[in-house]
C-alpha cells in the first residue's frame, strides 16, 4: 500500500532551493581562493630536438613547458644568431612551444634562440628571463663566455633588468640605434650579466636602460653604456664593466611648449643651456615687457606678458647670444585664463627661518607692487617694525623681509587681502605664515680631510643632502680640507666628479665621438649629523677605474 504525503508549500520551497544550489555549484568552476601566490616562471620540462643538438636537420623544435604560458612581444624579445632570412613562426599550444624554421641553415653554424622576456606564465606573468635554446648545424657549438657588470655612472649602483647587446664588427655600424641585436641579455638583480655560446671574433658591447621594450636606442632620456674600444674575443671574459650614463642630447628641440592656465608661457627643453635669452619677435612692443624666468638647470623657461591681446606669439631662443631656435605659441585672442596668486616661504618643514637671513617670500607670479600698511609681522604678541624690498633679479617673483630676528621668539607674517599684486592686476587673500628662528641646536659642522690620488687632476666633491641633491660643489687638484659650517642636522653623503677636461662640472659621454662619460665616485658611508656636534673625516678618493 502507497501513501502520498503532500509536502508542505515552505518545504517544496526549500528542496526547490536546495537542489538549484547543488546544481549550480557544480556547475560554475571558480579559481580556488587564497594560497601562496605564485613567483615561478615556467620550467622547461623537455626539448625535441634537444638542447644543444649536434648536425641539426630538424624543420620545427618543440618546448614543452610544466605550466600554461603565453609569448609577450616575440617579435620583439625572441631573436635568431645568425639572423635567418626568413624569421621562424612560433606557435604556442596547450604548454608547448612549437618553432617553425621557414629558412635553410648555414653549415658548420652555431645558432641560438634568444627569448628574452617573451615566455611568461599566464596568470601571474612570471617570465622566463635570458632562456637560450642552442644548436649547431655542423659537429661543435660555439662555447665562449662573455660576463660582466652594469654599473649606474651617477650612483655607483648595479643596475638590474638592463638590456646588454653584443653587435660584430659588422652588424656594429648598421644596426645599433636602428634595429634590434641579435646577440643580447638582460643583467640580473645584481646587474650581472653573461652572454654565452659565442664564437671568436670582434665585437662591439653596449647597454641600454630602456623606456620601451624596443631594444633600441631612439630615446635620449634612455640611459646607455658602451665600449670605447672593440673587444677581440678569443676566450672567456668576465670583467666587462659597464657604466650607465644620460648621453648629452646633441641638436637642441622643445620638449614642451605651452600656455599655462594662468596665461604663462613655458617651454622645456631637452637640454641645459649654457646662458640662454630669448626675444619674442611678434607681436611688436611685447618683447620689451616681458618677464622671463629660468630654472637652476636651465633646461625650462616660463616668460609672462602683461599684454595678452594677440593671438599668435613667435620667439626666439638664444643660448651664449648665438641663435638656436625660433617657436610659436597660439590662443584665442580673448582666451580668459585662472590666475591665484599664492605664495611660499624661505623656511624649513618646520616653518624654521635660518638665524641672520631674510625671510624670503616666494610668489607664483611677478609682482607688480605691494602695500606694507597691509602687511604687519608680530614678534610673539608685539606688533614690530620691518623692511621689505622686492628681489628684481628673480622674475620679480621674491620680496624680501628683514629684521634682527630673535631666537626663541614667536613669529607671525600676516599679509592682508591686497596687500601684493601681481603684474595682471591679481590681488591676493589673506596670508598668515607662523614661524621661529632656527637655534644653534638645528645646525652642525662637517670637516672633511680629502685625499685625492692625482695631483695633476681636477676633482669635484659635491655634498648631497639625504634625497640625493648636491647642497655644494668643491673642485680641488690636491690634499685638502673641506669645511662645511651651519648646515641643518640630517644625513649627508659624498660623491667626487673626476673632472678630466676641468671645467668645474660633470660631462657626459657620446657614443658618436666614442667618448666615455666623467667617472664619478660615491663614498659608501652617510654621514648621519647630529645637532650641535662636529663632524670630522678623511675621504681617500681612489684612482678612477676605467671602462672598457
Not at 161 to 174: E, G, I, P, Y
Not at 240 to 265: C, W
Not at 456 to 469: H, K, T
Amino acid at each position: 500500500m502507497t501513501l502520498n504525503k503532500k509536502v508542505p508549500f515552505s518545504g517544496r520551497i526549500f528542496l526547490f532551493f536546495l537542489i538549484a544550489l547543488v546544481v549550480y555549484s557544480c556547475a560554475v568552476q571558480q579559481r580556488p581562493q587564497g594560497g601562496p601566490k605564485d613567483h615561478d616562471p615556467p620550467k622547461l620540462l623537455k626539448a625535441t630536438p634537444p638542447n644543444l643538438t649536434h648536425n641539426f636537420t630538424a624543420k620545427e623544435i618543440k618546448l614543452d613547458f610544466d605550466e600554461y604560458f603565453k609569448l609577450n612581444n616575440q617579435y620583439q624579445e625572441i631573436t635568431v644568431f645568425p639572423a635567418p632570412d626568413k624569421n621562424p613562426d612560433y606557435k604556442v599550444r596547450s604548454k608547448s612551444l612549437i618553432i617553425e624554421l621557414k629558412d635553410s641553415l648555414q653549415k658548420n653554424t652555431t645558432y641560438v634562440i634568444n627569448f628574452g622576456k617573451a615566455i611568461g606564465d599566464v596568470n601571474e606573468n612570471n617570465v622566463l628571463k635570458n632562456f637560450t635554446y642552442v644548436f649547431s648545424s655542423g659537429n661543435h657549438i660555439d662555447s665562449l663566455t662573455m660576463a660582466g657588470t652594469v654599473t649606474n655612472n651617477e650612483t655607483e649602483q648595479k643596475e638590474k633588468d638592463v638590456t646588454v647587446m653584443l653587435f660584430t664588427l659588422k652588424q656594429d655600424s648598421l644596426l645599433f640605434g636602428k634595429k634590434k641585436p641579435s646577440l643580447y641579455t638582460t643583467t640580473d638583480s645584481t646587474g650581472s650579466f653573461k652572454i654565452s655560446n659565442l664564437k671568436e671574433g670582434v665585437y662591439k658591447i653596449y647597454a641600454l636602460k630602456e623606456k620601451s621594450p624596443d631594444k633600441v636606442y631612439n630615446n635620449e632620456d634612455e640611459l646607455i653604456a658602451f665600449s670605447t674600444h672593440l673587444i677581440n674575443f678569443t676566450h672567456d671574459t668576465s670583467t666587462i664593466n659597464l657604466k650607465l650614463f644620460k648621453q648629452a642630447p646633441t641638436k637642441f628641440r622643445f620638449v614642451e611648449k605651452t600656455f599655462q592656465n594662468d596665461g604663462s608661457m613655458r617651454f622645456i627643453f631637452n637640454k641645459s643651456l649654457t646662458r640662454p635669452s630669448v626675444k619674442i619677435l611678434y607681436p611688436d612692443g611685447i618683447d620689451a615687457q616681458k618677464i622671463v624666468d629660468f630654472n637652476k638647470t636651465k633646461d625650462t623657461v616660463v616668460i609672462y606678458s602683461k599684454n595678452m591681446d594677440f593671438d599668435s606669439i613667435r620667439f626666439a631662443f638664444y643660448d651664449n647670444n648665438k641663435p638656436i631656435d625660433t617657436t610659436y605659441l597660439r590662443k584665442g585672442r580673448k582666451e580668459s585664463f585662472t590666475r591665484n596668486l599664492a605664495f611660499r616661504y624661505g623656511t624649513t618643514q618646520m616653518s624654521q627661518l635660518r638665524s641672520g637671513t631674510d625671510l624670503k617670500v616666494y610668489a607664483n607670479m611677478p609682482i607688480e607692487a605691494f602695500d606694507p600698511s597691509l602687511m604687519g609681522l608680530k614678534e610673539d604678541s608685539n606688533l614690530v617694525k620691518f623692511t621689505m624690498t622686492k628681489d628684481t633679479g628673480v622674475a620679480g617673483k621674491v620680496l624680501n623681509i628683514k629684521y634682527p630676528w630673535k631666537q626663541k621668539a614667536a613669529y607671525q607674517l600676516v599679509l592682508q587681502e591686497g596687500a601684493i599684486t601681481d603684474i595682471y592686476g591679481d590681488k591676493n587673500k589673506l596670508q598668515v605664515k607662523k614661524f621661529s628662528i632656527a637655534t644653534p641646536e638645528s645646525y652642525t659642522n662637517l670637516s672633511l680631510k680629502i685625499n685625492v690620488p692625482d695631483t695633476a687632476r681636477n676633482y669635484i666633491v659635491q655634498l648631497l643632502n639625504e634625497q640625493g641633491d648636491p647642497i655644494r660643489s668643491d673642485v680641488i687638484k690636491q690634499k685638502a680640507t673641506l669645511t662645511y659650517r651651519n648646515i641643518y642636522v640630517g644625513k649627508f653623503r659624498i660623491r667626487v666628479v673626476y673632472d678630466d677636461n676641468k671645467n668645474g662640472k660633470w660631462d657626459s659621454g657620446s657614443i658618436k665621438e666614442n667618448r666615455q662619460p666623467e667617472n664619478i665616485w660615491a663614498y659608501n658611508k652617510v654621514f648621519i649629523l647630529r645637532p650641535n656636534w662636529d663632524t670630522e673625516e678623511t675621504v681617500d678618493v681612489p684612482r678612477e677605474i676605467i671602462s672598457p
